[in-house]
């Protein structure tokens, strides 16, 4: 007798799928751990940061930790914001001879991206373009710990880096689950000396990828759909860690905004950002995503100022597709009410009062995007397909345009 059942047949609801490191660590003081575990997996470590971090205490006390623990260690200390690719060859010439066996990147997303490309370019050769896209990179990389000092990327348990290659003059990005570190470690005390603008920007980007993770497409839950792509779409599995960050970041954010010195608000946050990247790792996001790549090249702002701009008018556009998404939403952000049609419909105000509290720019025009660009940002956004296809409302040039001409002015997107 077979035992084959089609998704159809009942389980269908509760299809899943989830990608994640082999360890995740999380907790105050969970960077002391950092020696034992990195001495599991090799005995030179290469060490990714940026310069203000290599000057903090405790950034030495980590790298001390490691040498203790019997590791040599070289640290590239050049990481810049926004990740240009000349900063990634360097760092790979440097470390050549060193030979690293083990690469960890501290830092933000930049840091951790830096070790993943760092760690590609190692372990493979090649030009960085050669793994544009997704799929592309061959097999394993040596090991890579991830250790976040922001809450927002969510870099230290996905699938992709993003670079900015100036041969294109845009940022583009390599995905695929062998660039997922071997493990994670997430100590909220690393996040304490962030200004407000910072966790503001960080905690907006988390925002925006659990939101986007939530109420992306859902895809048939085929055989095949794992290994066919890296953003599969959202899922029973994905859905539990999108809300998760959703209820805890409007809970946690404004705390962590006002105070820094909130520890309790700097793990919730924290904690927020870990389960957004673990939702949107394997589910993806969608046009504000799309859209950002364009408006960032054009206006130089952090990606996390740019999504979360975008995100309140590409929710708007969305929701005649995802009156349940955004309902739950909703609720998740503390909206009482049971009438599903106007809980949606909250949602969008409670993703933009939060947004406002923590002091986000209301429009595309606040951030610099000329008028004269919208048709230009459209058009790109595009270009995009992932993210294009993974929005859970089709999406072509007209509707581009429509949520990019809203956003800069500061209104509902027109019909399309």
Excluded: W
Excluded at 11 to 25: E, H, M, V, Y
Excluded at 206 to 226: G, N, P, Q, S, W
Excluded at 232 to 240: E, F, P, Q, Y
């Amino acid at each position: 007798m077979s035992l084959s059942m089609p998704a159809s047949a009942g389980f269908s609801g509760f299809s899943g799928f989830l990608r994640s490191p082999r360890a995740i660590l999380f907790g105050g003081g969970q960077r002391h751990a950092l020696g034992a575990v990195a001495r599991t997996l090799g005995t030179r470590a290469l060490v990714c940061t940026d310069e203000r971090l290599a000057a903090d205490a405790m950034f030495g006390a980590m790298i001390q930790n490691l040498q203790t623990c019997g590791l040599e260690t070289m640290v590239y200390d050049k990481t810049q914001a926004e990740l240009p690719m000349a900063g990634v060859l360097e760092c790979v010439e440097r470390s050549r001879a060193f030979a690293p066996d083990v690469v960890i990147g501290i830092g933000g997303g930049s840091c951790m991206d830096m070790a993943k490309l760092v760690g590609l370019l190692l372990t493979h050769g090649g030009d960085l373009s050669d793994y544009y896209g997704e799929l592309k990179v061959p097999g394993p990389l040596m090991p890579l710990i991830a250790i976040p000092t922001t809450s927002g990327t969510g870099s230290e348990v996905t699938a992709v880096a993003v670079v900015a290659d100036d041969r294109k003059d845009m940022k583009v990005g390599v995905s695929s689950p062998h660039l997922i570190p071997h493990t994670a470690i997430c100590d909220p005390e690393l996040t304490r000396s962030c200004p407000p603008g910072l966790t503001a920007c960080s905690g907006a980007d988390a925002l925006t990828h659990a939101i986007e993770a939530f109420t992306a497409v859902r895809r048939e839950a085929a055989a095949d759909l794992a290994t066919g792509r890296v953003f599969v779409g959202k899922n029973a599995l994905t859905d539990v860690h999108a809300l998760t960050a959703i209820g805890l970041l409007a809970k946690y954010l404004p705390r962590a905004v006002e105070n820094g010195d909130d520890t309790q608000a700097r793990a919730g946050v924290m904690m927020a950002a870990l389960h957004a990247g673990l939702a949107f790792g394997t589910a993806g996001t969608a046009a504000a995503h799309a859209i950002q790549y364009p408006v960032g090249a054009l206006t130089h702002t952090a990606h996390g100022i740019g999504v979360a701009v975008l995100m309140p008018y590409v929710m708007a556009f969305n929701r005649p597709a995802c009156t349940a998404e955004f309902a739950k939403i909703a609720s998740a952000m503390g909206v009482e009410g049971h009438d599903e049609e106007k809980l949606a419909d909250a949602a969008i105000e409670a993703v933009r009062g939060l947004l406002s509290r923590i002091g986000i720019p209301a429009t595309l025009q606040d951030i610099g995007l000329s008028g004269d660009d919208l048709a230009h940002v459209a058009a790109q956004s595009m270009l995009a397909a992932r993210l294009v296809n993974n929005n859970p409302r089709p999406l072509d040039e007209a509707a581009m345009a429509a949520i990019t001409r809203a956003a800069h002015q500061g209104r509902p997107p027109a019909p399309v």
